[in-house]
């Protein structure tokens, strides 16, 4: 398992560089969440090398070609850095979801559900389950991500693939996160939804958001 260092200086950069595509299609989910996975993801580079044989990530989210294909986008196209982050926005909005409809405790869209989110991203929705199986005594708290980074740091866990060492650099990873939504969209950010409908479909927008635009 690979994650890049966020920094501060790479955010910035990042923000700078994709700030306008990203307000196109990320709908609800914080800039700052956004910008901290593609750094931690790809280091900020549009094309990184393939180093997964079996999911093929691509391009600047390592978008895989199976959620490629499933948001009508196909594997060679996700160079496109427009199509990349459509994809991405998508299927995190679509994570959002369902991760609310399973935690309803989150009364608001803040820091921690995104945080969480973005663990969902990582260790996959099974995994997570697990994990707040074992974290959580209840659906109650309204700071999973934090329980979970607790849990993590003083026990001996491992869920699927990701061993004691992987889960402690993800539980680091989600410190980083907080804080690149802290200076980028705010301390105490709360998003105005928990998800948001599919963005528009990337492409030559002549007429706003509401257009329908074909790839």
């Known amino acids: 398992?690979?994650?890049?260092?966020?920094?501060?200086?790479?955010?910035?950069?990042?923000?700078?560089?994709?700030?306008?595509?990203?307000?196109?299609?990320?709908?609800?989910?914080?800039?700052?969440?956004?910008?901290?996975?593609?750094?931690?993801?790809?280091?900020?580079?549009?094309?990184?090398?393939?180093?997964?044989?079996?999911?093929?990530p691509r391009g600047l989210m390592q978008?895989?070609?199976?959620?490629?294909?499933?948001?009508?986008?196909?594997?060679?196209d996700?160079?496109?850095?427009?199509?990349?982050?459509?994809?991405?926005?998508?299927?995190?909005?679509?994570?959002?979801?369902?991760?609310?409809?399973?935690?309803?405790?989150?009364?608001?869209?803040?820091?921690?559900?995104?945080?969480?989110?973005?663990?969902?991203s990582i260790v996959g929705r099974i995994n997570f389950d697990k994990l707040v199986s074992g974290a959580v005594a209840s659906k109650s708290t309204n700071a999973i991500t934090a329980t979970l980074q607790a849990y993590i740091r003083a026990n001996n866990v491992r869920v699927g693939r990701f061993s004691r060492r992987d889960l402690r650099r993800i539980a680091d990873h989600l410190d980083e996160v907080f804080h690149a939504m802290t200076i980028i969209d705010g301390p105490n950010k709360v998003s105005n939804a928990f998800t948001a409908p599919p963005a528009v479909t990337p492409g030559n927008v002549t007429t706003g958001l509401g257009s329908a635009i074909v790839l």
Request: hydrophobic content about 35%; aromatic content about 8%; proline content about 4%.
């Open 78 to 120: 996700l160079i496109n850095t427009t199509k990349n982050l459509y994809v991405w926005c998508n299927k995190t909005n679509r994570d959002a979801e369902l991760l609310h409809d399973t935690y309803t405790a989150w009364t608001k869209a803040g820091q921690d559900f995104w945080a969480s989110v973005r663990f969902v």
């Open 1 to 56: 398992m690979k994650l890049y260092q966020v920094t501060d200086t790479k955010l910035r950069s990042l923000e700078a560089r994709w700030r306008t595509v990203l307000n196109r299609v990320r709908g609800p989910i914080p800039m700052g969440l956004a910008i901290a996975h593609m750094n931690a993801e790809s280091n900020g580079e549009t094309d990184p090398p393939i180093t997964d044989a079996t999911r093929r």
């Open 63 to 76: 978008i895989s070609r199976r959620d490629g294909v499933r948001w009508g986008v196909k594997e060679n």
